[in-house]
């Protein structure tokens, strides 16, 4: 099993610029996130998917879009990239669901971002 | 909204014990989690506290009590392996996770 995987593992980008991040795993979670590292700043949730087709705002919504088509992915998009969206990336995934909640999180190995 | 503070850094020698911290104030708090982070790679679970008390695993322990919104990571027989940051997170709504800044552990021969 790979577990969760993310895809680039670095990218550069000008401002205004778009692209696309995509998570996979294999471990049929029901749940996944994704979260933005800044210097000092710990994990911050941007948006957050409970199953194939749902997704909602997190922490730190503003500039991004998800979407959750398979349940197997969750990709986070931006449309105009700003030097302030320039961070380490991570996604996250979990057994959790309704019936049983579940706060432990297999995390991804990152997405290296910047923005000039 | 939740806030989650945390000593920035921590330092120890091999053999040691040490003791992360952990204030809180949230709302809608569930529980407390702990997680490990080396050199910015991926953060790994280490525990998750949902009622009052000490959870034990291997060399580290994780304590929560909810009447004082105070948890701490106990860390025994420290090895080198073992510097790297740790976040403690609060459990919230759809088994979301909000992060303190993180504790970055040295430890030194």
């Known amino acids: 099993n790979a577990g969760v995987t993310q895809t680039p593992k670095f990218r550069v980008l000008k401002t205004g610029q778009s692209m696309t991040l995509l998570c996979a795993q294999d471990?049929?979670?029901?749940?996944m996130y994704w979260y933005r590292q800044d210097p000092g700043m710990g994990l911050r949730l941007i948006h957050y998917?409970?199953?194939?087709?749902?997704?909602a705002k997190g922490e730190v919504p503003d500039g991004y879009n998800v979407s959750r088509l398979k349940k197997q992915n969750f990709l986070l998009g931006l449309e105009s990239a700003a030097p302030s969206q320039t961070s380490v990336y991570f996604c996250?995934?979990?057994?959790?669901?309704?019936?049983?909640?579940?706060?432990?999180?297999?995390f991804g190995p990152g997405t290296r971002l910047t923005v000039t | 909204g939740q806030s989650l503070e945390q000593p920035s850094e921590v330092t120890a020698v091999e053999g040691a014990i040490v003791q992360i911290n952990c204030t809180y104030q949230?709302?809608?708090?569930?529980?407390l989690s702990w997680y490990q982070q080396h050199d910015g790679g991926a953060p790994t679970f280490l525990s998750y506290?949902?009622?009052?008390g000490l959870e034990e695993t291997g060399r580290f322990s994780s304590f929560l009590s909810r009447s004082d919104s105070y948890g701490y990571l106990l860390l025994q027989e420290l090895q080198m392996k073992d510097s790297a940051s740790y976040f403690c997170?609060?459990?919230?709504?759809?088994?979301?996770?909000?992060f303190g800044k993180g504790t970055m552990l040295l430890v030194s021969p």
């Open positions: 996250a995934s979990s057994y959790s669901t309704y019936r049983r909640p579940s706060y432990e999180q297999y």
């Open positions: 471990m049929n979670h029901e749940y």
């Open positions: 998917s409970v199953g194939e087709g749902t997704t």
């Open positions: 949230t709302s809608g708090f569930y529980g």
């Open positions: 506290n949902a009622l009052d």
């Open positions: 997170a609060s459990g919230g709504g759809y088994s979301t996770l909000t």
